[in-house]
């Protein structure tokens, strides 16, 4: 069975920076680009960062370019989202998503920027 | 970036009936195009992939059609576990964008 377990959110401030972790079991984590995908309270999808099944590309949202860093460990099946700078704006709930087709979900990790 | 527009933004329906939600592309994504299903207090779940794939284990009322710039998500026979929120997404060009959504419920 296919499992994605987010881990690291928590209430931050402004201009502080998190990291966002991705546990992933029940299939060849290497095999697979992943991506984050985040949800403001009470609104939409929105996708942050994808990356590649050997970490050698890595694509962002304008929004994040220069604050975020998505990365991988396949030693430790793995997914990470560093996040730098953060601004009420990334207050949200942070999906970790398996592939380009987001087949699979995490339960979500809830990151709120707050003073 | 391609915005993908929505409608209706909110669908009453009935149990039983046949339904049809809307995706229109600002720009062709030729099949690139997936739906996805949210129910409350949960994370979203794929529902149909390129279009028109269907997805192992999602029922088969759930279908899916379009290319370019136009697509549609039908549901033949609407059940109450389909009250939901319903997000299209297009994978053709970066940055990756999803529809607002379109919200089924309970007439």
């Known amino acids: 069975e296919v499992q994605l377990v987010e881990s690291g959110g928590g209430l931050v401030q402004p201009g502080r920076s998190m990291k966002l972790s991705c546990a992933a079991s029940?299939?060849?984590?290497?095999?697979?680009?992943m991506a984050w995908v985040r949800q403001a309270p009470t609104k939409g999808l929105e996708w942050v960062a994808t990356?590649?099944?050997?970490?050698?590309?890595?694509y962002y949202r304008d929004s994040v370019k220069g604050r975020f860093t998505i990365s991988r460990d396949n030693a430790k099946s793995t997914l990470y989202l560093q996040m730098n700078s953060l601004r009420s704006e990334d207050t949200a709930t942070y999906y970790c998503?398996?592939?380009?087709?987001?087949?699979?979900w995490g339960q979500g990790v809830m990151v709120t920027v707050s003073s | 970036d391609v915005v993908l527009t929505q409608s209706p933004a909110t669908l009453s329906v009935t149990p039983g009936e046949r339904i049809s939600l809307s995706c229109r592309a600002s720009?062709?994504?030729?099949?690139?195009l997936h739906w996805y299903q949210q129910k409350p207090n949960e994370s979203p779940r794929l529902l149909i992939k390129?279009?028109?794939q269907s997805i192992s284990g999602i029922p088969s009322r759930f279908s899916g059609s379009g290319s370019g710039t136009d697509f549609t998500l039908s549901i033949n026979g609407v059940e109450l576990e389909d009250l939901s929120i319903y997000y299209c997404?297009?994978?053709?060009?970066?940055?990756?964008?999803f529809g607002a959504g379109t919200k089924l419920e309970l007439k």
């Open positions: 998503t398996r592939g380009v087709l987001h087949d699979y």
């Open positions: 029940g299939f060849t984590f290497s095999n697979y680009g």
């Open positions: 990356i590649s099944y050997d970490g050698s590309s890595t």
């Open positions: 720009e062709s994504v030729d099949t690139y």
């Open positions: 390129y279009a028109s």
């Open positions: 997404q297009q994978g053709n060009s970066l940055p990756y964008t």
